[in-house]
């Protein structure tokens, strides 16, 4: 049977007959068919079983792939919409199946059905007709859309290079067939996909100039060109392509979606009115209703100011947002709104709209982003920095690299902003709490007195609207009913029922994502406030609302306000030293990072006013002649040079302007630490070692750069190494490695240690035993332990009790301690304490090793038994060396 029953549905009677007939002309002619024939029979036999057997089934699979991935797409309106919607990779994997169903068939097509055999010709002179089907490579012409279907269920799957080799061959197999052409077009948009845009461009642009291209494939062409200036958000040019291919699409789906691409394309580049013409053209499509929602959206937006159309349209938009079936899009709407109003200038309406958009957004994490930076943008255009700072670290929430393309510059803003807003917060706040430190007891307590009414006020009004917003939440998600309608639910509180609690959950991952359990968990900056400013005691209240015994303070007692107030003059120094680093550092941020030098010059009057001989002062004045120098205003930049350079002569500041040679001489000084250093550098490539280590020591008395010490010691080495000082060159290296592990002469160094211990390990044991004495002292007459080192694997725990059992038999009126600790990662260490001196010890010891018992269930591969002094066990703790104690112990206590 060439075709299954579930197809038969889809074939018109006529073609059931055709069919029919071919089958049962295949039939009697099946014993002539094999693939090693050319014959008319061979050909057409292996034609229609290979398209209706084969890759129909195949062809269906990879259509219904394809329509998975279209019916799953989910397009973000607040871009350029894409001109193809195979760019989601986990649309890609869900369809997986399909596309790896339409490869086996496409290629059992290939492996049973490929006539590559030349047929038989009956004449010797051949026309060109014939010439050229003698010459083809394949004779069944669903072999090579095979092919093709094999390269695209590639492509869509994302196996971009598979999909190339496949449309590669083609190209080259089929060189004379029109098919070549498909694999053309197909192998374009791989390079566009694979980043390829030039190959892609060049590629392109030979088939928009080949004469033989075909008229079917022209919308597919244009569409791809499209896509390509798209991707590269040529906007301007992506029109004409698009346009040329909306006039050759096949789909109702296609032509709405590139219709409202041009409108999107238009309002980009500036004509908003023939944007707007094709936004309603989308509307008149009946398209669905999210894309007709987003069409009157991008309309309402084109309106031009002044014109009688936007009060109607600002009359639909308000129509809409009280539809319920709007409630999803609620955010686009005010977001809209928020648009059209700012076009007309009206800029506070604006910002309340765009608040409203952001406050709404749940679901559509880039648009809640877009309406809190639209709200920051606009207070810093005015510019209210303090506002702006909170709304952009409420956008930095939801603002990723992504997404937004600008994303250093928001999240660079934002932290500007941020630090400058906390820095002017801290100069008001330490202000309030001064004023507040000189009130009497009575004032103060009645003015704190009325900052706990008022917290507990809006306690209750925020405890009151938490109830309605959860109430109305599990209306509208449905968590009420099934509260009701479970019957496991009943009399169960809304945390205590496990569905409930887990849906409630999977929202707020969805709104929020996965967020730290911390107060202000939903801000970048905990220290900036997103709602209105309350008073800066209760701020302060907020931030050291906890005792120093860890007990916390309630934010109704007077406790918990009277904290952090300075009641004392050290305390008003500390907040004043407040003061003064932060009026310093917001004049620094609006000079250097928001240009706003009229802002910057008023923190810093305010810094000299207030704190006249500051550290900062220097660095102000400096920085206001620079300011009032950039504005053309000579005589108050003039003053406050002669301020600088009279207060502060010899100052860093004052020298740069007073001394027009002074940056000079100081990059001359900073440049001779490197001229020293390859002087050193120079005597070692002469040759000339002696000098070398001579320089090298010099110059490490003075140098305080790391970097060069580093240099230095391992010139010194180098040096050492040539005059054949194996143990100073050994010192130097370990110095190298002790004192610099992370530089770069470290690893050479440690290679070199390596060599030198394998090739003359006795220089290893005299340097061992020369640290050794410099670590430990031999004091016989000094408390003792005696210590038992096992590997890191062994049981401690195991060895601690055989230790105590041992101690209770043998010594039982000895008040013996017996501990255990790691001695790095490899060893520990079992002490028992203490001893009055080294003879004590080592007599415990001899006792000691006399038990085999000792050892029972403790699992130790090696040990070590000894006896170290109170103070050589702490210099071991710290050198963690056990095989250099060990050098120090056989030369100085008897051998057990």
């Not at 928009?208 to 499209?226: K, M, V, Y």
């Not at 240690?753 to 044991?765: G, L, Q, S, V």
Request: aromatic content about 12%; proline content about 3%; some cysteine.
């Amino acid at each position: 049977m060439f075709f299954r029953n579930s197809r038969q549905a889809q074939l018109s009677g006529t073609e059931l007959q055709t069919i029919a007939f071919a089958v049962s002309l295949s039939l009697l002619f099946l014993p002539s068919c094999s693939t090693q024939k050319n014959t008319w029979m061979s050909r057409h036999f292996h034609a229609l079983t290979a398209h209706y057997n084969i890759y129909f089934n195949g062809n269906e699979s990879f259509k219904q792939g394809v329509n998975k991935i279209r019916k799953g797409y989910k397009d973000d309106f607040t871009r350029v919409l894409p001109v193809f919607t195979w760019d989601d990779e986990n649309l890609a994997r869900s369809a997986a199946g399909d596309f790896d169903r339409a490869t086996k068939k496409a290629s059992k097509v290939i492996a049973l059905h490929s006539i590559k055999v030349k047929p038989s010709m009956k004449r010797e002179v051949l026309s060109e007709k014939e010439k050229a089907f003698y010459n083809k490579n394949e004779y069944n012409p669903w072999v090579e859309k095979a092919y093709l279907l094999i390269g695209k269920s590639h492509f869509y799957q994302k196996n971009y290079k598979l999909a190339q080799e496949t449309f590669r061959f083609m190209i080259n197999q089929f060189g004379e067939e029109e098919i070549r052409f498909d694999a053309l077009v197909w192998l374009a948009r791989v390079y566009i996909e694979t980043g390829e845009t030039n190959e892609a461009k060049k590629l392109m642009d030979a088939l928009s100039n080949e004469p033989a291209f075909p008229d079917r494939l022209t919308g597919d062409l244009q569409a791809t060109l499209a896509h390509y200036y798209l991707r590269n958000e040529q906007y301007a040019e992506a029109a004409l392509p698009l346009e040329k291919a909306l006039n050759e699409a096949r789909t109702k789906t296609d032509r709405y979606r590139w219709t409202f691409i041009l409108g999107q394309i238009y309002t980009l580049t500036g004509d908003p009115d023939k944007a707007n013409k094709y936004f309603a053209r989308v509307v008149k499509m009946n398209p669905p209703y999210e894309v007709t929602f987003n069409a009157r959206i991008n309309m309402a937006s084109n309106v031009k100011e002044g014109t009688g159309a936007a009060a109607s349209i600002r009359r639909e938009l308000l129509k809409l947002a009280n539809d319920q079936k709007n409630k999803e899009y609620l955010d686009q709407i005010y977001y809209a709104l928020g648009n059209l109003s700012l076009r007309q200038k009206d800029t506070a309406e604006a910002i309340s709209f765009y608040a409203r958009s952001a406050q709404v957004s749940t679901t559509n994490n880039r648009q809640k982003a877009l309406s809190y930076l639209s709200v920051a943008d606009l207070y810093f255009s005015r510019p209210d920095y303090i506002a702006a700072a909170a709304y952009y670290d409420s956008a930095s929430s939801f603002v990723d690299r992504r997404n937004f393309k600008n994303y250093d510059q928001i999240m660079a803003r934002a932290q500007n902003l941020i630090e400058l807003a906390r820095n002017i917060q801290t100069v008001q706040r330490e202000d309030s709490l001064q004023r507040l430190s000189y009130m009497s007891k009575e004032d103060l307590n009645a003015f704190i007195d009325k900052i706990i009414e008022s917290v507990v006020r809006k306690e209750a009004e925020e405890r009151q609207k938490m109830a309605e917003q959860m109430l109305a939440d599990q209306i509208n998600t449905g968590y009420g009913q099934q509260v009701l309608q479970d019957p496991t639910a009943a009399g169960q509180w809304y945390f205590y029922n496990p569905n409930i609690r887990t849906q409630g959950e999977m929202e707020f991952r969805r709104k929020w994502g996965n967020r730290k359990l911390e107060d202000n968990w939903r801000r970048l900056n905990k220290g900036v406030s997103t709602g209105p400013a309350e008073s800066n005691l209760a701020e302060s209240g907020r931030n050291g609302g906890q005792e120093e015994s860890g007990k916390a303070l309630s934010n109704k007692s007077r406790e918990y306000y009277l904290k952090d107030i300075p009641f004392t003059d050290s305390l008003r120094e500390i907040s004043n030293k407040r003061i003064e680093e932060a009026l310093f550092n917001a004049g620094t941020l609006y000079f250097e990072k928001l240009n706003e030098p009229l802002l910057s010059a008023g923190s810093y009057r305010e810094l000299i006013r207030r704190f006249p001989g500051s550290t900062y002062e220097p660095q102000a004045l400096y920085n206001l002649y620079s300011i009032f120098s950039g504005l053309g205003k000579t005589a108050d930049a003039m003053t406050y040079r002669n301020m600088l350079t009279a207060k502060y002569p010899d100052n860093y500041y004052a020298r740069v302007l007073t001394d027009p040679e002074y940056i000079d001489h100081l990059r001359e000084e900073q440049q001779k630490p490197v001229r020293r250093y390859l002087e050193v550098y120079n005597n070692y490539l002469q040759e000339r070692y002696p000098e070398v280590v001579a320089g090298a020591t010099r110059s490490l008395r003075d140098e305080k750069d790391t970097s060069l010490v580093a240099k230095y010691l391992y010139l010194k080495a180098l040096a050492f190494a040539r005059l054949n000082e194996r143990d100073s060159l050994r010192s130097t290296l370990n110095t190298i490695l002790a004192s610099f592990p992370a530089s770069e002469p470290a690893s050479n160094a440690r290679i070199m240690i390596d060599f030198m211990d394998n090739k003359y390990p006795e220089i290893k044991e005299k340097a061992e035993e020369k640290t050794a004495a410099e670590i430990y002292a031999y004091s016989p007459g000094e408390n003792h332990y005696t210590a038992i080192v096992i590997p890191a694997s062994a049981n401690m725990n195991q060895l601690i009790f055989n230790l105590i059992n041992f101690n209770l038999d043998q010594f039982p009126k000895l008040s013996l301690n017996v501990q255990g600790e790691n001695l790095g990662k490899d060893v520990q260490i079992v002490t028992i304490k203490i001893f009055s001196g080294s003879s004590d010890a080592l007599a415990y010891l001899g006792h000691l090793l006399k038990d085999p018992g000792i050892f029972r269930d403790v699992n130790a591969a090696s040990s070590y038994l000894f006896v170290i002094s109170e103070t050589n066990l702490a210099a071991l703790r710290k050198d963690m060396n056990i095989d250099r104690y060990l050098r120090f112990y056989t030369n100085h206590y008897p051998l057990q």
